[in-house]
């Protein structure tokens, strides 16, 4: 589940990309993270809600 923020940016990546659906931007999210190599997990995270779209303000 994603709050509105989230929602906000994907839908902003999915215009900038020309892409077709919301669908196929967290796809191609997926895929590029899936791609970057240096990806650092939070070492203290414990629940689904530590994992974020958006970093901290």
Known sequence: MLDEEELEAIEEFRFSERLPTRAAAI??????????????LPEDA????DFTVLPDP
């Open 27 to 40: 796809r191609e999210l997926l895929r590029r993270g899936l791609l970057y190599e240096e990806a650092e």
């Open 46 to 49: 414990t629940k689904s809600t």
